[in-house]
């Protein structure tokens, strides 16, 4: 079956620009994750959404951040006015089970230059 | 909140030789433990994971943690590594909650390289 799924692979924008990063999780998962990882760090907690409402945002750094989920499955991570310090591996997971196992994606690098 | 901590940010290790991944956890609440592994060019794959019961858990390839919640370590083992091993290993918790999905407080990983 198809697993979590992460476009772009890769995303070079210039500082001060707007970026959308996709999330598409595996068919039938009600939870949805977003972290970051930076180099040499292991993954940071964003946001998470429970069906269409994010049930935690309490990871995302600053109101540059958003990300939305509106019909429950794709999401959405958006970032505004872009900083060379977002410069980082975001990646994606979904979750089914009450066991909070989660199914990460590839993950999207982004590079602000 | 949670914390987990990965004192090892690099264990080289000879081939067939046993291995032990440290990782050490703080938390005011009970939580799930899990170790995720990744490998060169890949993304996150879940090895084993602790949830309740039998504090060892094992992972369908040979690798194995134990949970001790006096010490609050969820050390990895294996007793013989091969090439195919070298990866990063993230060690991570969540706490347990009604609705069973929670965010994943991850350490900051462990390099393992297979010296042939």
């Known amino acids: 079956g198809a697993g979590v799924s992460q476009t772009p692979s890769n995303k070079v924008t210039e500082k001060g620009k707007y970026v959308e990063l996709r999330c598409d999780p595996i068919?039938?998962?009600?939870?949805l994750y977003w972290y970051r990882q930076s180099l040499g760090q292991g993954p940071e907690f964003l946001i998470y959404?429970?069906?269409?409402?994010?049930?935690?945002d309490s990871g995302l750094p600053n109101d540059r951040f958003f990300a939305v989920r509106p019909e429950g499955s794709v999401s959405t991570l958006k970032i505004q006015r872009t900083e060379r310090g977002d410069s980082a591996v975001y990646l994606c997971?979904?979750?089914?089970?009450?066991?909070?196992?989660?199914?990460f994606g590839p993950g999207t690098r982004l590079t602000v230059l | 909140a949670q914390s987990v901590t990965q004192l090892d940010s690099q264990v080289p290790v000879f081939e067939e030789a046993p291995v032990e991944l440290r990782c050490n956890y703080s938390?005011?609440?009970?939580?799930?433990l899990f170790w995720y592994v990744q490998y060169p060019n890949q993304g996150l794959q879940l090895l084993l994971k602790?949830?309740?019961?039998?504090?060892l858990v094992e992972s369908i390839n040979g690798f194995e943690a134990e949970f001790n919640k006096s010490q609050t370590s969820f050390h990895l083992r294996k007793p013989s590594v091969h090439i195919s091993d070298t990866a990063e290993y993230f060690c991570?918790?969540?706490?347990?909650?009604?609705?069973?999905?929670?965010?994943?407080?991850f350490g900051t990983g462990t390099r393992l390289t297979i010296i042939p």
């Open positions: 997971a979904s979750s089914r089970s009450r066991d909070n196992e989660q199914f």
């Open positions: 068919s039938g998962h009600t939870a």
């Open positions: 959404f429970q069906g269409t409402g994010a049930a935690d």
């Open positions: 938390s005011s609440v009970s939580v799930y």
């Open positions: 602790y949830l309740s019961g039998s504090t």
């Open positions: 991570a918790v969540s706490r347990i909650s009604n609705f069973g999905n929670e965010k994943l407080t």
